[in-house]
């Protein structure tokens, strides 16, 4: 009676593995939903700014040393390589500085000039002047820039439990490629083509696509000699 009863529990516990194990294996192979590729978890955004600087005038006119002519070369230099748009420069109404804010135009004109930048991107402009405040020269412009991203610390994916990455994976590349790339209007529009080849160069491309010399043939009655000394 005792070696029937081991055989029945015998069989029942190995009817109960076979119920088991099929649930189990099914539910390691359940579908997981993926997550949406790096580029949209971790998406690049631009946004315009303002850059802005200002010039100190004083009433017999404007005095700056080198440092601040640098500092305002390397303003409009940054201007003619990534504003868009109009550069406006606000002067104060009515304040007792004409000899300086008119200085300050005429420097400002003249570096533009000298980057080739044509002056009539310049916009004046003015403000009012608040009683006992500086009334500086503003110079601003409008410019692109892609918004820092700020990446979470990610953990291993062997601690994911579903075989997906953790939510943050990918960041970093998309942090770095936002600060690499110069240009932020790249993220927004394709790059425009540039010049189709002169009607030489596209016969040169054709000789070169049929794997004919591209270089021009040498008259047959060339001689050359190497004289000698």
Known sequence: ??????????????????????????????????????????????????????????????????????????????????????????IPANADNGVGVEQAKGMIAQHMSYMGINPATMQMGQYQVQPDKPSPVVVSYRKLASVPIECQQGAA?????????????????????????DNPRQFLAPAAQGYAPSAHGVLVLGKYFKNETTGTPRPADQAVSSGSN
Not at 158 to 180: D, K
């Open 157 to 181: 994916l062997t601690q994911t439990g579903r075989n997906q990455p953790y939510p943050g994976f990918g960041c970093a590349q998309s942090a770095n490629l936002a600060v690499l790339v």
């Open 1 to 90: 009676m005792s070696k029937l009863t081991s055989k029945t529990l015998l069989t029942s516990r190995v009817l109960a593995t076979a119920i088991v194990m099929p649930i189990i294996l099914g539910a390691c192979t359940m579908h997981q939903p993926s997550f949406a590729p790096t580029v949209m978890r971790n998406k690049i955004t631009v946004a315009e700014t303002v850059e802005r600087m200002e010039l100190y005038v004083q009433p017999d006119g404007l005095h700056l040393s080198m440092r601040d002519r640098d500092a305002m070369g390397n303003f409009l230099s940054d201007y003619a390589r990534t504003g868009q748009g109009q550069l406006y420069v606000n």
